[in-house]
């Protein structure tokens, strides 16, 4: 019988995350006030996070110590299962070997909870009574909830209204683990009925919902918020993925010629290409890392590197990053994980560096590699997790036109089963190719008044 699946134990849980920060070449550039421009210490992100976690957030140490506890939680669904992707190599007829690391198996169907759980365990480990968040697809929304709900925090999730109403499913899901969910923009915060007053029609975006959230922590002494993409300690906490990836890899006597993720904030990606690319840093290997984003949302392809907000109101630091200028809203496509107009500061160094690629797709073309993928491996991506495929589709086709076998390694983040309404509108023949002109991106970059970087 050919090896399909390949498992760790659960004592192989790694117990440490990887901060790439050490290795970089480049470190990224200081986030700057939103207000006065000049370079903020950690001070600044007192009001919005525990102690512990802006420790990490700064941190520039290689590796960090997971606490027991939340290796204790890990173990409810890690290590997460690694296979071989016999099915779909066959499909493309391909002579590359296809892997992928599945994190779809966690209690909200996956990758987040990894830094839902840690980010709720430092915050009760504070004294935090309650968090907020935003919520895009749902999936971060969930992830936290079930992370509060272990540590009895209470937990607030400001949902993006276009999948408030795609997605009721996600929010009951997130009921069920106790949480509050309110459609965004929303009447509770300054920043929802500012953007209310402007657009009462608006389906959102996660730039909006982000603050509402952070408003809410900002004025509340109990409350503190938590992110679940962009920034380092989210990026950090994700590493669990890759660590597990290479002792996979290693079983399995591969090492990833190319190893691919779907790109959001970046830390799906990060979690599982940073290790690797650890290797190509420091051991001279040529691991190539590549972000798979949606044609609707370039920032990586073609947006600019800058100084841009993290948030559409303004209120959030600074951050140097590829950006298509935080007023930028998406056009209304399913994979709303990946509706964001920024990327974490640390992958767009690397970007910029040279050190790592990225690739758009097209919405159509993602919905084939979904389907295209299910029919061939049985597990319905999510469709975000759909764009990373699209990515490995288009290489192993390069590798059978070249001739080349080389391995591929996927990090499918997530199920689909609760996109059944997306996989719908593709059936429907109601899925669209968009076109984003570069007019449309200038006129949003336009708007930026903020540093070059
Ligand atoms: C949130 C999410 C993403 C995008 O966020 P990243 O931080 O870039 O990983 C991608 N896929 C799934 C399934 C998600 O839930």
Redesign the pocket.
């Known amino acids: 019988m050919q090896q399909r699946k390949i498992t760790l134990s659960e004592s192989e849980i790694p117990d440490q995350w990887y901060n790439i920060v050490a290795d970089m070449p480049n470190r990224p550039l200081p986030p700057l006030h939103p207000g006065t421009r000049e370079p903020i210490g950690p001070d600044a992100l007192a009001p919005l996070f525990p102690e512990e976690l802006i420790k990490q957030e700064v941190s520039t140490e290689r590796w960090i110590d997971i606490p027991d506890e939340v290796r204790n939680i890990y173990s409810l669904w890690r290590p997460t299962p690694m296979y071989r992707a016999y099915g779909l190599e066959k499909a493309l007829d391909t002579p590359a070997r296809i892997y992928y690391k599945y ?1 779809g198996v966690s209690p909200s169907g ?3 909870p990894n830094t839902a759980v840690a980010q709720a365990y430092y915050n009760k480990a504070a004294g935090v009574k309650r968090i907020t968040t935003e919520t ?2 749902g ?2 929304g969930s992830a936290l909830s079930f992370a509060c709900q272990h540590f009895g925090l209470e937990c607030e999730v400001y949902m993006v209204r276009l999948s408030y109403e795609h997605k009721p499913y996600r929010k009951v899901m997130m009921n069920t683990w106790g949480a509050t969910v309110y459609p965004s923009p929303s009447d509770r915060t300054e920043a929802g009925r500012k953007v209310l007053a402007k657009d009462p029609d608006t389906t959102g975006s996660l730039g909006i919902a982000i603050s509402e959230a952070v408003e809410r922590a900002a004025t509340d002494p109990d409350t503190k918020y938590a992110l ?3 920034l380092n300690h ?1 990026l950090l906490h ?1 590493t669990i993925i890759g660590q597990e990836a290479l002792l996979q890899m290693e079983k399995a006597g591969e090492l990833p010629d190319v190893v691919i ?9 990060a ?1 599982i290409a940073f290790p690797f690319l650890r290797l190509s840093l420091t051991q001279g290997k040529q691991i190539r890392c590549v972000a798979s984003e949606p044609a609707s949302c370039p920032k990586l392809t073609r947006g600019q590197f800058r100084y841009d907000f993290g948030d559409t109101v303004g209120m959030t630091p600074l951050l140097p990053m590829y950006t298509l200028g935080h007023n930028f809203v998406p056009a209304p496509i399913h ?1 709303g ?2 509706r ?1 107009h920024g990327a ?1 500061v640390i992958v767009s160094q690397l970007l910029k560096d040279g050190l790592i690629e990225a690739r758009a797709h097209d919405n159509l073309e993602v919905f084939e590699a979904g389907i295209a993928f299910a029919r061939a491996e049985g597990i319905i991506p ?1 469709p ?2 759909a764009h990373g495929i699209a990515t490995a589709i288009r290489e192993a086709e390069r590798c059978k036109e070249a001739g080349e076998d080389k391995v591929i390694l996927i990090n499918l ?2 199920h689909g089963n609760f996109d059944m309404k997306a996989y719908q509108d593709y059936f429907a023949g109601k899925i669209e190719s968009h076109e984003l002109t570069t007019a449309e991106i200038e006129s949003s970059l336009a708007e930026l008044d903020t540093p070059l970087a």
């Open positions: 994190e996956s990758h987040k895009g697809a999936q971060w679940g993409s962009v989210v994700q993720a779907p790109f959001g904030g970046g830390s799906n990606f979690g994979a994980g990946l964001y974490g999510a975000e997790a983040c997530g």
